[in-house]
């Protein structure tokens, strides 16, 4: 069933919210013009509840369908822009240096809430659908935020579902895979001492930017030799800080990066293995190292059973050869992995088309995606409940 007629009348009117939240881009949790407007537009919708400050600035609205029901869909969209100085161009473009929607968060949001007005108009099904507005998923946590304060119990949500646009994917398609979908992202700090001396002198130096540079390089062997080749690993050293000036040599240096994985085996042999490899070469020149290493977000793994019912919904949107059911999984890390351990679901990809790549000062969500998107999440609710 292609897009609902419903959904094409409000295509335009949802691309205007959309392009105003464009506009005004926030961050992390400091979301609340984005978390006001979503409320008043769910009240306005007349949702039956409207509940404001889950997980500091999230927003969560609850329809109930025409007929009871034991189920209780979650939806979930996230708010929080990036802090990038938007290039687009757009006549809607962001008015504030330095911020800018540059991963679609703000397409998101309004598919979600062009869904939950549809939803409240119609309310053809059989039970409750809870939409979920979540700050702070750029590195924040937003997801882990409302959970711990109570999203699923609260609630009662027995299943929950996310989306996300993908560069690249035609509009109108979609790409999703049951289990290990995106990455678990963690993140490291190394600070190497040495003794510091006058870069004339080097016989008198502990050298840590000799040290370091042997440390970078011999981290890099632990995916090439130590990771199992049928797995996928990612060691990035990102950030190095030596000294301040030419003709000293720093009495320490500091090495931080990420570390992606997909399987929390893996996880743990890339963390002693980078304990082992600094502390050893550090060693061997006289020097110590130290080593900062915090889990981030989990592996995103999307539950078999609601996978596949993802996956025909989105058929029934795009067609079957709209739907890739076997996509690659990326190496890009997800906080809704939090919503996905707690309760079975899925998370799925909707195509943005030939546009610039997330995260990049170029991006722009695509509005065409927009009456896609919407339609999903509603015949996801009155599938998954009929009336």
């Known amino acids: ?21 464009h506009t005004h881009p926030e961050l992390d949790y400091d979301v609340h013009r984005t978390a006001g407007i979503v409320a008043d537009k769910l009240k306005a919708f007349g949702c039956d509840e409207v509940v404001t400050g889950l997980g500091r600035t999230g927003v969560v609205g609850v329809i109930k369908g025409r007929l009871p029901g034991d189920k209780v869909i979650g939806m979930r969209a996230d708010m929080d822009a990036l802090p990038i100085h938007e ?34 108009e119609t309310r053809n099904f059989a039970g409750t659908a809870v939409v979920i507005f979540q700050p702070a998923e750029e590195g924040g946590g937003g997801a882990k935020a409302m959970l711990d304060d109570g999203l699923m119990d609260r609630f009662g949500v027995t299943e929950v579902y996310g989306m996300h646009n993908m560069p690249g994917l035609p509009v109108g398609a979609f ?10 992202a963690d993140r490291f700090s190394l600070q190497i001492d040495g003794r510091g001396a006058h870069a004339a002198h080097p016989h008198a130096s502990i050298d840590t930017v000799v040290i370091a540079s042997q440390i970078i390089i011999a981290l890099q062997s632990i995916v090439s030799r130590n990771v199992d080749p049928l797995e996928a690993a990612v060691v990035s050293v990102t950030y190095v800080r030596a000294g301040d000036t030419f003709n000293v040599l720093p009495q320490s240096v500091t090495l931080k990066g990420t570390v992606r994985t997909l399987n929390p085996a ?18 061997l020149h006289g020097a110590t190292a130290t080593l900062d290493y915090v889990r981030g977000y989990p592996c995103t793994v ?18 079957p050869d709209g739907v890739n059911v076997n996509v690659a999984p990326t190496m890009g890390a997800e906080d809704f992995s939090y919503m996905l351990q707690a309760r079975p679901g899925a998370f799925i990809f909707c195509g943005n088309g030939d546009t610039a790549g997330l995260h990049n000062p170029g991006y722009d969500f695509d509005d065409k995606a927009i009456p896609v998107g919407v339609s999903y999440w509603a015949r996801l609710v009155e599938t998954a409940m009929p009336a």
């Open 87 to 120: 290039e687009t161009g757009k006549p809607y473009a962001s008015q504030t240096p330095g911020k800018m929607h540059a991963c679609g968060h703000d397409g998101h949001t309004s598919m979600l809430l062009g869904a939950a007005r549809y939803l409240a």
């Open 1 to 21: 069933m292609p897009i609902i007629n419903r959904v094409a009348a409000l295509a335009d009117e949802i691309a205007v919210w959309r392009q105003d939240f």
């Open 175 to 184: 790409a999703l895979r049951p289990g290990p979908l995106m990455a678990a």
């Open 302 to 319: 999307n539950h078999e059973q609601q996978t596949g019912f993802a996956a025909k919904i989105a058929a029934e949107i795009a067609g």
């Open 266 to 283: 893996v996880q743990d042999l890339i963390e002693a293995r980078m304990g082992e490899i600094a502390t050893g070469i550090a060693k």
